[in-house]
């Protein structure tokens, strides 16, 4: 990767819906060199896929949750299971397992505090956690996807 990918990379982090020919005046390159580089860094599983950000609060999902979990279980069939469970929740939007003390973060997003006790007693009902803790965001100061390249 060069250069010129990483520029390429900048702009469709910003606007994944340019044009190629958009892209490539851009960065400063003719539109078939310009595509045969995206093309390539798909294929090279760089860009990983192109989606489109859209407003939580304009789509009536306006409470945004943190919820750390901690459990006595750490086996391989344990969290084989309970990642199955977290990937089938679409209020889930990030899922992570964690070094420190906390063992599992997850973003959830929903319409509200109802919604969220509804998720909550699903979550526990279905697995067997030891401590969850939920903070809730009250302003997004800054929310990005793109990666500092």
């Known amino acids: 990767m060069d ?3 990483l520029k ?3 702009v469709l982090q910003e606007d994944s819906s340019l044009s190629v020919t958009e892209v490539a005046q851009r960065v400063g390159l003719s539109t078939s060199p310009c595509w045969k580089r995206i093309n390539k860094l798909q294929a090279d599983g760089v860009i990983l896929r192109q989606e489109a950000v859209l407003d939580p609060a304009k789509m009536g999902l306006g409470l945004t949750v ?53 998720f909550y007693k699903n979550m526990v009902e279905e697995t067997t956690l030891t401590d969850v803790t ?16």
């Not at 086996?75 to 397992?97: D, I, N």
């Not at 939920?134 to 500092?148: G, Q, R, W």
């Open 66 to 118: 943190f919820m750390m979990i901690k459990t006595g279980e750490h086996s391989g069939p344990w969290l084989e299971r309970f990642a199955k469970l977290v990937k089938t929740m679409p209020e889930v939007q990030e899922f992570h397992r964690m070094a420190g003390e906390v063992d599992y973060l997850l973003k959830i997003v929903v319409a509200d505090m109802q919604q969220f006790d509804k």
């Open 8 to 10: 390429i990379l900048r």
């Open 134 to 149: 939920s903070s809730f965001s009250m302003e997004v100061i800054k929310h990005t996807n793109a990666l500092p390249i």
């Open 3 to 5: 250069n010129m990918d």
